[in-house]
């Protein structure tokens, strides 16, 4: 059925207003810092490979060791945090046990409360275990999300029978060889969104690290930029430099998306034929 024009220009404005900031950011990190302010804001200029060789020579490329810091605290902590989520998840879905509705009413009441209420509770205990301003300070919070265990549970509801769980225990399958080579795969669609869901929130997450971390070489990405970003009002030649990092910080989660949509498209079909 076509779209009414209404419909179709409401689509188009939030479109615009989505793509807007991403178009100048594009189009700002081509100028240098005389240009940056100068000139109109839409207009390109021809600077983008002079400011990525700048950016790369701040302090010895200290802005690539915060894209590696990154991609350790997403790619290990989405990973991690994915399997936790697949196996709690499948545990509260497939089993039964004294407490299973009070566990998940706290699962529940956990996806509604805010990270950033957390994490200084977080960075008191970890403080007192020696591990703040550590990879790990901002690794162990992460592993554990309220959000995709609810997410894994409903999945492993839908997904994996009940009548071949018990089949396979009939035949004499233990329990984690059930998980891990009968429910894992079926379970693999809803997995792949929920590891990208953790994956994007790990990659822009500001608050956590910023709290756990004073060393700059343990910052990510985020953290990093904003590092920057203060030093611009002393320094503008700064603005050039956030900007092309802000730039350069997107294209992993453009290319990560690119390569899993195939996943999550037919975990979305399979909840529209659920639904």
């Given at each position: 059925m076509p779209l009414a024009p209404g419909s179709t220009?409401?689509?188009?404005?939030?479109?615009?207003?989505?793509?807007?900031?991403?178009?100048?950011?594009?189009?700002?990190?081509?100028?240098?810092?005389?240009?940056?302010?100068?000139?109109?804001?839409?207009?390109?200029?021809?600077?983008?490979?002079?400011?990525?060789?700048?950016?790369?020579?701040?302090?010895?490329?200290?802005?690539?060791?915060?894209?590696?810091?990154?991609?350790?605290?997403?790619?290990?902590?989405?990973?991690?945090?994915?399997?936790?989520?697949?196996?709690?998840?499948?545990?509260?879905?497939?089993?039964?046990?004294?407490?299973?509705?009070?566990v998940f009413k706290v699962l529940l009441m956990g996806v509604l409360v805010p990270g950033v209420i957390v994490a200084i509770p977080q960075y008191l205990l970890l403080a007192q275990v020696g591990l703040t301003n550590t990879y790990w300070s901002v690794l162990l919070p992460q592993l554990i999300s309220p959000y995709g265990i609810y997410l894994a549970r409903i999945y492993a509801a839908a997904a994996v029978p009940t009548d071949i769980i018990e089949s396979a225990r009939t035949e004499g399958a233990r329990e984690l060889f059930i998980f891990h080579r009968i429910a894992l795969p079926m379970m693999g669609p809803g997995l792949v969104t929920i590891f990208l869901f953790q994956f994007v929130a790990v990659w822009n997450n500001f608050m956590l690290p910023y709290i756990m971390l004073g060393n700059d070489e343990l910052f990510p990405i985020?953290?990093?930029?904003?590092?920057?970003?203060?030093?611009?009002?002393?320094?503008?030649?700064?603005?050039?430099?956030?900007?092309?990092?802000?730039?350069?910080?997107?294209?992993?989660?453009?290319?990560?998306?690119?390569?899993l949509q195939r996943y999550w498209r037919v975990d979305l079909a399979a909840g529209a034929v659920k639904a």
């Open positions: 220009a409401v689509l188009l404005l939030g479109a615009l207003y989505c793509l807007l900031p991403v178009a100048w950011v594009v189009i700002a990190s081509t100028k240098d810092a005389s240009e940056l302010f100068s000139t109109f804001t839409f207009a390109p200029s021809t600077h983008l490979w002079d400011n990525i060789v700048e950016l790369t020579n701040y302090r010895d490329g200290l802005y690539w060791r915060w894209m590696l810091n990154t991609a350790i605290y997403a790619g290990f902590g989405a990973v991690v945090s994915t399997y936790v989520s697949a196996l709690s998840g499948y545990a509260l879905a497939k089993y039964t046990f004294p407490g299973k509705g009070v985020t953290v990093g930029l904003s590092g920057l970003l203060n030093q611009g009002a002393s320094l503008p030649a700064m603005y050039t430099l956030v900007i092309t990092g802000a730039l350069l910080s997107v294209i992993p989660l453009i290319v990560l998306f690119l390569v």
